[in-house]
DNA sequence: CTGAAAGCGCTAACAA
DNA sequence: TTGTTAGCGCTTTCAG
């Protein structure tokens, strides 16, 4: 009916070899055009480039990983939902990465399950690294990860004693800071109300700032009851502090959410005022914690640096294959607001 | 060194070959076992796919998409992060594509960008749909897509006078519901602030608010000064109205963000008490909304099920390639908290 | 610097 | 029902 030739697939994408036949070059050359550090002549190399853009022609990356083995994906694993901190955490190192070229495989480990049950299915498209958001540990999933030929890199978490790329906000230092600021302004019967028992995010934070109080001589009471880091959580576990201690003048959160469930709990359901009662603390300050209606004294966790040095890191183990399993630890900063009062001169 | 023959990279990932060689069959026997529909001894195939198992055999999808052209890949697109509806629907819509064996591309949409800036990076990977989670309308990147073969959805968005996939919820009914409510009890001076100015959501939401009010002879105070469904905006744009009209009873708003954002100004910068004063009610039922801090009147938006018409409008578009663009309707329905007062003996 | 040829892991058409 | 052959689109030796 029509005039074309060997056109099997007439809408199919372009692919190499047109470009190759309008230009009189070989496949092997525009495939080399598109490689930086192959040897083409630049004008041959400049001739294939703009043409390639006027057609839309790009390598289709899943042939070229066939014989690379480089995807060009970076697989993302998140579980938690509660916290509003993931959700900006995870536009901002998509939007970093995929500037960089890489595409972003989203994977939800569901709760009940751990990163390992979804392992398989993410390992199929040979991501080049695995970034775990999740609050789960995944210490079987670093093994055969390493086997596999992609790099595991735990993000705002660590695995103890072992050796895996990690990027955290220094979060002892920060409890540590916390603890130090509401000793200074007059606390002394505090209290500790942690989020996921196995995330090192909540153990560090509170490491930190029962560190200081003893310093202080000050004991903490600790409330671990929280199964993750929510708001129903945190509502929960401040009613059993307050039933236990009903004396605590400050409260350091797990982190923001748990923060605000805290607050409510304490207003709503034990009749106390914060701050003029009790002082209460949360970790993140993620955005609604500015709200007026929260107004959340907070440890401010800088979302976009550690995003950066994530990608940074990607960048250095690409560079340098052989590199050593290492962490890179962000530092974050007290921000006051209004759920925090001096009480020194009603000591 | 070592007595290894032909393994040119020892850790490589074990591929159908292996497998056909291990059990003396061809490579094509070990593809059909996994292929549903092709004819292969049922014992063939038990055989080959138990076998598969213990060494951890997959299809390389990247290889068969180069023959089958279907990737097996879901493309999301997404840009509004201060609405936490994101993050909720985003999760459960990755968590159902995932179950059905799907895997999720993540691409960004930064502010100042349309998806069709990076439409070309996402189609790099030809995945089989698109899902547009993103408040930006993108007219063009629906009409390139079905040139190159992937199906087009709009999530929660569509766009007018284009033959498109989308699932929404019934934005209009739950607007005009809301109305009614306002209105039987007791409100007569209305105002919609509306959300991100050319999303079918806002401007569906004021049309069935609008309407409905009109029906009882009741004018609307409409602001459309928002730039986004942001908190900011919302505080923001109560100040406009209630300078320009200070004896508005009833606030409805284009999210429960911008709700919490009007609530917020209205006690902190207009000195006015919600709901003695003024009713506010929003559209979402994040899970904010419930906490007791805000406990928001809103319009519950069934997330699940949305997520749920979405992927079953993925099988039947698979099943049937031809099927017409439609528009799948979730119907929500009212929560009534506290941010509302029946004002009828105030008449 | 460029082209020819081989092959990455897989599926599909064709024989047997 | 199974094996053989060809080839998806690309990169990479190896010649030239």
Chains 1, 2 share one sequence.
Not at 135 to 141: C, E, I, L, R, S
Not at 175 to 190: K, P, Q, S, Y
Not at 242 to 255: E, Q, S, V, Y
Request: hydrophobic letters at 40%; aromatic letters at 8%.
């Amino acid at each position: 009916m029509s005039s074309r030739e060997k056109s099997k697939n007439p809408d199919k994408v372009v692919a190499a070899r047109e470009i190759a036949e309008a230009l009189g070059v070989s496949v092997s050359t525009v495939s080399r055009a598109f490689s930086r550090d192959s040897k083409v002549a630049s004008e041959t190399r400049d001739m294939i480039l703009e043409y390639a853009k006027t057609v839309g022609y790009q390598p289709n990356p899943m042939a070229r990983s066939l014989i690379t083995n480089r995807s060009g994906i970076v697989s993302i694993f998140i579980s938690d939902i509660f916290n509003p901190f993931f959700p900006e955490a995870l536009t901002a190192l998509t939007d970093t990465l995929q500037q960089s070229g890489w595409n972003v495989m989203l994977m939800h480990v569901p709760s009940g399950k751990t990163p390992d049950d979804i392992l398989p299915q993410a390992m199929a498209y040979k991501p080049e690294f695995i970034i775990l958001m999740t609050a789960t540990v995944a210490f079987q999933a670093a093994m055969a990860t390493a086997k596999l030929g992609s790099h595991l890199i735990f993000f705002n978490r660590y695995v103890p004693n072992t050796e895996a790329f990690s990027v955290v906000c220094d979060n002892a230092k920060g409890g540590w800071e916390v603890a130090d600021f509401l000793i200074r302004t007059g606390h002394r019967r505090m209290a500790y109300i942690a989020g996921t028992p196995d995330a090192t995010t909540s153990i560090d934070r509170g490491r930190g700032f029962v560190e200081r109080c003893r310093e202080s001589g000050l004991d903490v009471l600790i409330d671990e009851g929280s199964r993750v880091f929510s708001y129903e959580d945190g509502y929960t576990a401040v009613q059993r502090v307050i039933k236990k201690a009903p004396d605590r003048d400050g409260i350091f959160c797990g982190n923001d959410i748990i923060a605000m469930g805290v607050i409510d709990a304490l207003q709503h359901e034990l009749g106390r005022r914060v701050p003029d009662d009790i002082s209460v603390v949360g970790f993140d300050d993620v955005s609604m914690a500015s709200w007026p209606s929260h107004g959340l004294t907070t440890y401010h966790y800088p979302v976009g640096r550690v995003v950066e040095a994530t990608v940074g890191l990607i960048k250095e183990i690409e560079e340098n294959p052989g590199l050593r399993p290492m962490s890179k630890v962000v530092p974050g900063w007290l921000v006051i607001r209004n759920t925090h009062r001096d009480r020194r001169r009603c000591a």
